[in-house]
């Protein structure tokens, strides 16, 4: 066995990059916030940020309310599998088994996916949290400037996953501003800006993703899907977690 621990471990390890990556395995954040969340400077804070971007972990995004923002996000997959790499690497027998089924909810969770107009990707996260999770949630997508479902986002469902969500309803998020979620989620940085109280409360969380609209061609769509299929499983997972 190599006598030299993995990097991840080196990485991780430190007291206040694992905080950060624990703040950002809930929801994305921007460095201001990261600060006040783990009480440090923020030159300290963007230092370990730079460390575990380097190491692959993390990622950062401009925002597209204001670019003079960033949001950063954790890359929970890689995580996942740098961590179980170095488990492997001390004994074989450590490397974790796949997870066997879908993680159940009881009771069931109600989430919200809310973007600026509901015609890309709050609706995809919508079908993939209910094609994924089942019985097991009630989810809902809304918008706070609804427009027409976009015909891409009808095609990358089709075409990806065999899901047909032509059939979705474009909604104003005032539909649901009185009802109680176990989590809401926006989709959209200028959507968070606005996004109003709702009883409870329930855990606000945000996944910092461009408008695939924007960039105005199909692949957008393709890797917006991509990037929520990939999150919507962690979800369901932080949804069935024991507190």
Known sequence: MDAKPPDVLALA???LRWRLLGELARSDRQVRELTGLVGQPQSLVSYHLARLRAGGLVAMR??????RD?????DLARCGDLLADAAAALH???RPAPPLRTPQVS??????FLCTGNSARSQIAEALLRHCGGEAVEVFSAGSHPKRLHPDAVQVMRERFD??????RVKHLSEFTDQD???VISLCDRVREVCP????PPELIHWSIPDPAAEGEYPAFERTAAELETRVRFLLHHLSRED
């Open 92 to 94: 074989p027998g450590l």
């Open 163 to 168: 899901i047909d969500i032509s059939g979705q």
């Open 197 to 200: 109280d709702f009883p409870g």
């Open 70 to 74: 960033t949001y950063y996000r954790i």
């Open 107 to 112: 009771p069931a969770a109600r989430v919200l």
């Open 13 to 15: 390890g430190h007291e």
């Open 181 to 183: 979620f176990d989590a």
């Open 62 to 67: 401009r925002s597209s309310a204001d670019r």
